[in-house]
Nanobody, 116 residues
Framework: QVQLVESGGGSVQPGGSLRLSCVAS???????PMWWYRQAPGKERELVA?????????NYADSVKGRFTISRDNAKNTVYLHMNSLKPPDTAVYYC?????????WGKGTLVTVSS
């Protein structure tokens, strides 16, 4: 079965950095675009970043452009989210997402807290 497992969240001060990882299994990872979403307390889930199959192009929410970078390692079935210059509004649960076999799959998420 398809599984997405996120890791790498934690608590950081404003201006800090984190790298999130999402390990995928149950499907041929290299054939699918991958996405990161986030959901802040009391808010709807929003798209953060997406990456193509080859990993040569990504798209980003305006709020994270220039600070976050999405990347993937197809040999490791892993997609990453490199987050720099973190701000308190970046506080959220971050989810990995893939559209596989005609449906959405989500991980359980990893919590990022940005606070001084």
């Amino acid at each position: 079965q398809v599984q997405l497992v996120e890791s790498g969240g934690g608590s950081v001060q404003p201006g800090g950095s984190l790298r999130l990882s999402c390990v995928a299994s149950g499907f041929y990872f290299s054939n699918y675009p991958m996405w990161w979403y986030r959901q802040a307390p009391g808010k709807e889930r929003e798209l953060v970043a997406g990456i193509t199959i080859a990993g040569d192009s990504g798209n980003y929410a305006d709020s994270v452009k220039g600070r976050f970078t999405i990347s993937r390692d197809n040999a490791k079935n892993t997609v990453y989210l490199h987050m720099n210059s973190l701000k308190p509004p970046d506080t959220a649960v971050y989810y990995c997402n893939a559209w596989v076999f005609g449906r959405d799959y989500w991980g359980k998420g990893t919590l990022v807290t940005v606070s001084s």
